[in-house]
Structure formats: C-alpha cells, structure tokens
C-alpha cells in the first residue's frame, strides 16, 4: 500500500481495561470463586485472563487443578462460569460515567471532531450494559456482539468484524487494548495496534502507552504515519 494515502478511518476499542477499569472486578469476581473451589489465582496468572472469554478463562483456572480440570462435565462449568458472572454483576452495579478511564472523553471527542468512527470490540457480554452505565452507548458507530462471532481474542474475528460493519478496510483502522490477547487479536486482522498497560506484557503492540491519559489522536497519528 502506498504510504502517502495511508490515514486512520476508524478506531475500535477494546471496554475493559481500556475505556473503564472492569478489569480489577473480572479480576475479584474470578478471585472469589478460585478461593471457593480452592484454587491458586493471583493477579500474575489473571494476566492470561485478560481478553479471553468467560467460559475460556474458566478452564484456564481449571487447569491449575491437579487433574487439570479435565473431568468437570460442561454443566459443571457453566454453573461455575454462571456464578463467577453474578460475582461481576454485583461488583458492576454502582459502575457510573465516575469510572471512565482518564482521556478516554477527550479521545473520543476528537475521532467524532475528526470524522472518525469509533467501534466497540469486547469480549464481555456485559459491555452493552455497562456502556449503557458509562452513558456511551450513543458515543458507537458499531458495537459488536462477541457471542456474533466465531473465535474470540486472540483470533481476529471480533476485530474484522467491527471493520467490516464500519466498512473499513482493516489497514486503516487502529485497534486500542490492554491485554496480550487483545493486541495479537489486531495485529492478526492487519491493523495497528495500540497497547496500554505494561509494555513488557504488550510487546508486540505497534505502539504502547502506560496509562489512558496518554492517549490521544494526534500521538497515535504520528505513529500510524511512522
Ligand atoms: O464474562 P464477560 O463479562 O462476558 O467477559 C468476558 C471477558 O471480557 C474481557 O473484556 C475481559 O478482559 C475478560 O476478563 C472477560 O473474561
Ligand atoms: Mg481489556
């Protein structure tokens, strides 16, 4: 592709983590039933939770049983996977604009000042609730609905399908997360990837910033055109 024309036309963020900071109560909602089925969880090891779907990142904490969870009967996990979601819900409830990421707004004022259409790819079914809390349901051309697609994060899917309902080609868009899984998601669909958080834990991100705060348009411009 010819550098000269390359420009961003569409942004798609990953929820939590990066536009408000759910992941500290995914992280206490898995805690509380790892300590009730006995077993070892710790925020390192919730570092490969991050990104991954609910009934996946179950079987993750499964397999620090000593059988590695390899006789727990789908039922089983389901109720499991069920439980650990009412734990989120209760510590989702009071969630209010109050608890969006700082810069987020101000990011966002600029892609719509700028004509940039912003998509929302979460693996959480709870996102549209909670944008709804964080009152930015309007904010989204293109919320797309994780169980709508056929692998979650790391695959692509859940990125190229924001593109493809925001008609973007998936080389003009950029994509903003804060978990490894998240950041191969969009680099496996062929877009630019941002990374907030550790920069050891998103390497291959094409540019990383450590907070939100630092996120803003006219910073991620300058790499994307790099
Ligand atoms: O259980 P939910 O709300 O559908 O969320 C699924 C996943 O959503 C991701 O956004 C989180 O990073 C994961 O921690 C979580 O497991
Ligand atoms: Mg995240």
Same mark, same amino acid.
């Given at each position: 592709?010819?550098?000269?024309?390359?420009?961003?036309?569409?942004?798609?963020?990953?929820?939590?983590?990066?536009?408000?900071?759910?992941? *500290?109560?995914?992280?206490?909602?898995?805690?509380?039933?790892?300590?009730?089925?006995?077993?070892?969880?710790?925020?390192?090891?919730?570092?490969?939770?991050?990104?991954?779907?609910?009934?996946?990142?179950?079987?993750?904490?499964?397999?620090?049983?000593?059988?590695?969870?390899?006789?727990?009967?789908?039922?089983?996990?389901?109720?499991?996977?069920?439980?650990?979601?009412? !734990?989120?819900?209760?510590?989702?409830?009071?969630?209010?604009?109050?608890?969006?990421?700082?810069?987020?707004?101000?990011?966002?004022?600029?892609?719509?000042?700028?004509?940039?259409?912003?998509?929302?790819?979460?693996?959480?079914? !709870?996102?549209?609730?909670?944008?709804?809390?964080?009152?930015?349901?309007?904010?989204?051309?293109?919320?797309?609905?994780?169980?709508?697609?056929?692998?979650? *994060?790391?695959?692509?899917?859940?990125?190229? *399908?924001?593109?493809?309902?925001?008609?973007?080609?998936?080389?003009?868009?950029?994509?903003?997360?804060?978990?490894?899984? =998240?950041?191969?998601?969009?680099?496996?669909?062929?877009?630019?990837?941002? =990374?907030?958080?550790?920069?050891?834990?998103?390497?291959?991100?094409?540019?990383?910033?450590?907070?939100?705060?630092?996120?803003?348009?006219?910073?991620?411009?300058?790499?994307?055109?790099?």
């Amino acid at each position: 592709m010819n550098k000269e024309h390359k420009e961003i036309r569409a942004m798609i963020f990953d929820l939590d983590g990066v536009i408000t900071d759910t992941a *500290k109560y995914h992280y206490e909602a898995w805690k509380l039933l790892a300590d009730e089925l006995g077993l070892p969880f710790d925020r390192e090891f919730n570092e490969q939770l991050k990104g991954i779907d609910r009934i996946a990142s179950l079987e993750k904490i499964l397999s620090q049983s000593p059988d590695g969870g390899q006789f727990v009967t789908r039922e089983q996990k389901q109720e499991w996977a069920d439980r650990k979601n009412a !734990n989120y819900q209760l510590l989702i409830e009071r969630v209010d604009e109050s608890e969006l990421l700082p810069g987020i707004m101000d990011l966002f004022e600029d892609l719509l000042a700028a004509g940039i259409p912003i998509g929302l790819a979460s693996a959480s079914r !709870n996102a549209r609730t909670l944008l709804q809390q964080l009152k930015l349901v309007s904010r989204f051309d293109v919320i797309v609905d994780p169980s709508s697609v056929a692998q979650g *994060k790391p695959a692509p899917d859940i990125f190229l *399908k924001a593109a493809e309902e925001l008609g973007v080609a998936p080389h003009y868009c950029v994509g903003v997360e804060d978990a490894e899984a =998240g950041i191969q998601a969009i680099k496996r669909a062929g877009m630019f990837a941002v =990374g907030v958080g550790d920069a050891d834990i998103l390497s291959t991100a094409d540019y990383i910033v450590s907070e939100t705060r630092q996120l803003s348009l006219e910073r991620i411009n300058s790499h994307f055109f790099k």
